[in-house]
T-cell receptor, first 116, second 108 residues
Framework: GAVVSQHPSWVICKSGTSVKIECRSLDFQATTMFWYRQFPKQSLMLMAT?????????EQGVEKDKFLINHASLTLSTLTVTSAHPEDSSFYIC????????????FGNGTRLTVT | DAKTTQPNSMESNEEEPVHLPCNHSTISGTDYIHWYRQLPSQGPEYVIH???SNVNNRMASLAIAEDRKSSTLILHRATLRDAAVYYC?????????FGEGTQLTVNP
């Protein structure tokens, strides 16, 4: 089955620093990947759609200069949280789609970010 | 995006069937109905999806109403490992947006 690997699984950083999260599709090529954020006891919130070779599309209210997304290859997308603050502490989850409009999404296991 | 309505929570006993309902009355004619579940501290997991006909796979069955305004995810024999939040999502394009889902508790 399709596997999406996310790294790191957890990270603690100091306020003001930047953190990079990687999302890889291990056994398939993904032209489109998605980034979600989830606060405790809440549902997943779509942050952005990452397209290989082009700029990401951000959801309303998500700062593109703060959450930098790079999708340089068909198997790797990265999310960089720049100048992190404690309110950025959250569970970040990536997902990727097999080719085909109605293919299901496959999700990584998430990255728990804690900003101190 | 089509809106969905799911019960906040449901309970089941182990080895009994579970029927998880979802209303999606604003679904468009070409939207597929996807179901995902999320265990604590993990990313969501794909369960099943369908368009009009009922669908079965090794994890579950999906019953879709004839008017497509609702669907039901059926777990034939619940196990403790099925305790999770279940999300029903109409999908018309690439984007998947999650509602609040149903927290399923499975009692031993």
């Amino acid at each position: 089955g399709a596997v999406v690997s996310q790294h790191p699984s957890w990270v603690i950083c100091k306020s003001g620093t930047s953190v990079k999260i990687e999302c890889r599709s291990l056994d398939f090529q993904a032209t489109t990947m998605f980034w979600y954020r989830q606060f405790p006891k809440q549902s997943l919130m779509l942050m952005a759609t990452s397209n290989e070779g082009s700029k990401a599309t951000y959801e309303q209210g998500v700062e593109k200069d703060k959450f930098l997304i790079n999708h340089a290859s068909l198997t790797l997308s990265t999310l960089t949280v720049t100048s992190a603050h404690p309110e950025d502490s959250s569970f970040y989850i990536c997902s990727a789609k097999l080719w085909g409009l109605n293919s299901p999404l496959h999700f990584g296991n998430g990255t728990r970010l804690t900003v101190t | 995006d089509a809106k969905t309505t799911q019960p906040n929570s449901m309970e089941s006993n182990e080895e009994e069937p579970v029927h998880l309902p979802c209303n999606h009355s604003t679904i468009s004619g070409t939207d597929y109905i996807h179901w995902y579940r999320q265990l604590p501290s993990q990313g969501p997991e794909y369960v099943i999806h369908g368009l009009t006909s009922n669908v079965n796979n090794r994890m579950a069955s999906l019953a879709i109403a004839e008017d497509r305004k609702s669907s039901t995810l059926i777990l034939h024999r619940a196990t403790l490992r099925d305790a999770a939040v279940y999300y029903c999502i109409p999908v018309g394009g690439s984007r998947l947006t999650f509602g609040e889902g149903t927290q399923l508790t499975v009692n031993p």
